[in-house]
């Protein structure tokens, strides 16, 4: 029998989100282990011998090779970007087929479609829609899929092969300075590479179970009932349901990225919801959910904020010359690179603020020469309003005097 291993990602204060997906997948699968890759430090928050998965940590994965990506990416384009490292790394533990489930997720039967199909191949993907949409709308509701990639990286099943290894290296390679949400470059963080996958490499499958991740994208098409203890979805067992944007704290709300889309008109999906919620408050989610995210702030204690990450993923490969992005007190950090005066003849203006005064036309207008005769009043408006507006630290901003 081969070696099967399912693993999920998430920094530590969506870790309840990690306990229901690998208690809910342990239930159905007790002959598989689960492993969670927590993105940032635990930093005695939780005791990892007495969690229901193994737990890896970046270390695992290489943490001085990482440092950057922890740096380049905010929290959740992160824990997307790590997944074909997470997938690269158990391969080479010596596990034949890996099941990634995405944070958000709730199993409710055995994954047999894609357990089934995994000896037969070396990728398993799952689709967004399975069929035409119908109705008021249907259009524009595909042209959203097609934004957000035609493939859901909720699930992902893969075999040790060949194939396997190279679309790994070639995804991670991709989402290495491109797992953005960017629609207008064709990124919705690392979902719109997988539409390349089944092009670019022979023996990749398309599961088209409509049971299986089942998300609020298609619940308007996909019937869900329940029976008893099962969930139906178009009368086929529904063994994974996705919360994708669910907010616990707004648990009438199916998702965040469709305001109008209500948990209480959705019939039997709407009590799944509620079981989901139920499931994440018994795991702690009030408790983790304010647990602190180590790669949010420099060593100094001030928030990295995101023009800094914009900059330092600009810069591309050059960065390596700084070092650890999250010191601030070497002469050659990152961090005083980006708060140097741009001109020396002009100081206050660091490149942080140069690149956010690019950002802002009105602000441009109103001082059109920031190094010379508008320097002072720059200063002025960074001073009084401009760092509340870009939610900056006050820490960076010229002093008054200059």
Known sequence: MPLLAAATIVAKCNLALARVTAQSFRAE????????????????????DQEAFELL?????????????????DQLPLSY??????????LDRGFEQ?????????????????????????ITLTPHLLKPLQGPGCERRELDILQAGTINGGLIGIRDTT????????????????CLHDVAAGMHYEQRWL???????????????????????????????????????????????????????????????FERLTTTEM????????????????????????????????????????IARDLYRQLGPAVQAFGNPFASRERNSFFAWLTESVRKEAPGISRMWHA????RRDVMAAYPDPYGQDRLGLIGWINTTGWQEFAIDPRLCPRPAV
Not at 29 to 48: A, C, K, M, S, W
Not at 166 to 177: G, K, N
Not at 198 to 208: G, H, L, Q
């Open 29 to 48: 699968h007790p002959d598989i282990p689960f492993f969670v890759l927590v993105t940032d430090e635990i930093e005695g928050y939780f005791e990892p």
């Open 57 to 73: 940590s970046i270390d695992d994965l290489g943490k001085q090779a990482l440092l950057s990506w922890c740096f380049r990416y």
């Open 81 to 90: 970007a790590l997944t074909p490292g997470l997938l690269e790394y158990l």
């Open 98 to 122: 890996v099941l990634f489930i995405k944070q958000e997720s709730l199993v409710l039967g055995r994954l047999s479609s894609v357990l089934d199909l995994l000896p037969q191949c070396s």
């Open 163 to 178: 194939t396997t290894r190279a679309a790994l290296a070639w995804w991670r390679q991709r989402v290495e300075y491109n």
């Open 195 to 257: 539409d390349l996958l089944p092009c670019f490499f022979a023996d990749v499958r398309i599961i088209r179970d409509p049971g299986c991740n089942v998300g609020h994208w298609h619940l308007p098409e996909r019937t869900v009932r329940i029976e008893g203890q099962q969930v139906h979805a178009d009368d086929h067992p529904c063994s994974l349901f996705r919360f994708s944007g669910f907010e616990p704290t707004q648990p009438l709300q199916a998702t965040r990225y």
């Open 267 to 306: 019939g039997d999906a709407g009590q799944v919801f509620a079981r989901y919620h139920r499931l994440l408050m018994e795991a702690g989610h009030s408790q983790c959910s304010h647990w602190p995210y180590t790669w949010a702030a420099f060593d100094n204690g001030i928030p990295v904020p995101a």
């Open 356 to 359: 956010l005064y690019l950002k």
